[in-house]
């Protein structure tokens, strides 16, 4: 519903009814005289109304021009209290970040967050670990700024950046016979008990593809849908898995899991940086996409 009385004029009116002077009231709006005076009697045609009487060189409300003061002030504080709220909003906005990764993306966001934090104050970082089916989805719906999967996704609706490259390795427990093995061949697996991904991840995609489906009548002894829990499980021998060498770079070092390189088996993969192809989130998350892009060049 179209209303008389607009934001404008109501903080032109109660500058001058509190200043009572339509000069101060132009200053202190930093605007000039004429306008304030055609707010006011913009106003007063518009009702048939005189709201104020002027006394040597001050302008003193009427009883309409009180009554309507009361409400203005009422008013001007309700916007100044919405103005806050939006500054507010904005300058959280600026400094949140919202990402959604999947397991592997662990390995190496909290490296380019240590380093992106040296350079911003205040931030206010949430995570979400996930499958990559959700980080698309979350993505897409713009729950979340960036999202980072172990594989290019096939929708259009997505930026890609290729930010590092990762590659599965073949992690046997340290006395595993294999562990003294300089390289493997695929054929001598065959009555290993493997240890696996759930079907949905990314993993368990690439080793199906390029590995279990060649060998159908593989074992897979154990399926868990937790990268900690198959280190876990591997390092007890309850089995042997292809774990990115990502994740099993502490093991590796401490020398809790071997890594066996098997032969003619290319299992490297793109680490993908996701952005939405038609939104974007926070200032801030433009920022720190930019600064992931310039560490992968």
Same mark, same amino acid.
């Given at each position: 519903?179209?209303?008389?009385?607009?934001?404008?004029?109501? !903080?032109?009116?109660?500058?001058?009814? !509190?200043?009572?002077?339509?000069?101060?009231?132009?200053?202190?709006?930093?605007?000039?005289?004429?306008?304030?005076?055609?707010?006011?009697?913009?106003?007063?045609?518009?009702?048939?109304?005189?709201?104020?009487?002027?006394?040597?060189?001050?302008?003193?409300?009427?009883?309409?021009?009180?009554?309507? =003061?009361?409400?203005?002030?009422?008013?001007?504080?309700?916007?100044?209290?919405?103005?806050?709220? +939006?500054? #507010?909003?904005?300058?959280?906005? !600026?400094? !949140?970040?919202?990402?959604?990764?999947?397991?592997?993306?662990?390995?190496?966001?909290?490296?380019?967050?240590?380093?992106?934090?040296?350079?911003?104050?205040?931030?206010?970082?949430?995570?979400?670990?996930?499958?990559?089916?959700?980080?698309?989805?979350?993505?897409?719906?713009?729950?979340?700024?960036?999202?980072?999967?172990? =594989?290019?996704?096939?929708?259009?609706?997505?930026?890609?950046?290729?930010?590092?490259?990762?590659?599965?390795?073949?992690?046997?427990?340290?006395?595993?016979?294999?562990?003294?093995?300089?390289?493997?061949?695929?054929?001598?697996?065959?009555?290993?008990?493997?240890?696996?991904?759930?079907?949905?991840?990314?993993?368990?995609?690439?080793?199906?593809?390029?590995?279990?489906?060649? =060998?159908?009548?593989?074992?897979?002894?154990?399926?868990?849908?937790?990268?900690?829990?198959?280190?876990? #499980?591997?390092?007890?021998?309850?089995?042997?898995?292809?774990?990115?060498?990502?994740?099993?770079?502490?093991?590796?070092?401490?020398?809790?899991?071997?890594?066996?390189?098997?032969?003619?088996?290319?299992?490297?993969?793109?680490?993908?940086?996701?952005?939405?192809?038609?939104?974007?989130?926070?200032?801030?998350?433009?920022? +720190?996409?930019?600064?992931?892009?310039?560490?992968?060049?």
């Amino acid at each position: 519903m179209k209303t008389a009385l607009t934001a404008t004029n109501v !903080r032109v009116f109660e500058a001058v009814a !509190r200043l009572q002077s339509v000069t101060r009231a132009a200053e202190e709006l930093e605007t000039s005289q004429p306008y304030v005076s055609k707010q006011i009697a913009a106003i007063e045609e518009q009702f048939n109304v005189q709201l104020f009487s002027r006394v040597g060189c001050r302008l003193y409300p009427t009883r309409p021009g009180e009554m309507l =003061h009361q409400h203005t002030k009422v008013m001007i504080e309700s916007l100044k209290n919405a103005e806050d709220m +939006l500054l #507010s909003t904005a300058s959280l906005s !600026r400094k !949140r970040l919202r990402i959604a990764t999947t397991t592997t993306g662990m390995y190496m966001l909290p490296e380019w967050l240590a380093d992106f934090n040296g350079k911003v104050t205040d931030m206010e970082t949430t995570i979400l670990v996930t499958s990559g089916d959700e980080v698309e989805q979350r993505v897409l719906s713009g729950d979340v700024d960036l999202g980072f999967v172990a =594989h290019r996704p096939r929708s259009r609706g997505f930026v890609v950046s290729v930010v590092a490259e990762d590659s599965l390795a073949l992690a046997v427990q340290k006395d595993h016979p294999l562990a003294a093995r300089s390289t493997v061949r695929l054929d001598e697996l065959s009555k290993e008990r493997f240890i696996v991904r759930e079907p949905e991840s990314a993993s368990r995609a690439l080793t199906e593809k390029r590995v279990f489906q060649k =060998h159908p009548d593989w074992r897979l002894r154990l399926q868990i849908n937790q990268i900690d829990a198959i280190k876990s #499980s591997v390092e007890e021998g309850l089995g042997i898995s292809f774990i990115s060498k990502r994740a099993i770079d502490r093991e590796l070092k401490s020398g809790m899991l071997a890594m066996v390189p098997v032969a003619g088996v290319d299992l490297r993969r793109p680490i993908c940086m996701l952005t939405n192809s038609h939104k974007f989130g926070s200032k801030i998350a433009v920022h +720190l996409a930019k600064h992931i892009v310039n560490r992968a060049l």
